[in-house]
Nanobody, 119 residues
């Protein structure tokens, strides 16, 4: 089993930045992909970014490409999401999730989420 704990959320004005962290613990061996998802009230859940753990390749949704950057520190079992030029539509609960298979899913583990509010 893998435990994921997100941190770094908060409130920021439009145009500002936030940095999220996701610390993984437990049986992390074999985790192939780490994804960042967000859920806003009344909106569909969206995968905003992911990173393949072994090769470090990344992918972003159109809505965040050029503004968000996903990275990892494998020695610390931590994945980051740097969010710049934030917009009100970026508001939502952000979740870190881990897949033992592909970044397209399914995702096997997820954290409790961290709230991001952009005004």
């Amino acid at each position: 089993h893998v435990q994921l704990v997100e941190s770094g959320g908060g409130s920021v004005q439009a145009g500002g930045s936030l940095s999220l962290s996701c610390k993984a613990s437990g049986d992390t061996y074999g985790t192939n992909c780490m994804g960042w998802f967000r859920q806003a009230p009344g909106k569909e859940r969206e995968r905003v970014a992911h990173i393949y753990s072994d090769v470090g390749s990344t992918h972003y949704s159109d809505s965040v490409r050029g503004r968000f950057t996903v990275s990892q520190d494998r020695a610390k079992n931590t994945v980051y999401l740097q969010m710049n030029s934030l917009k009100p539509e970026d508001t939502g609960m952000y979740y870190c999730e881990a897949s033992r298979a592909y970044c397209s899913g399914p995702y096997d583990y997820w954290g409790q989420g961290t709230q991001v509010t952009v005004s």
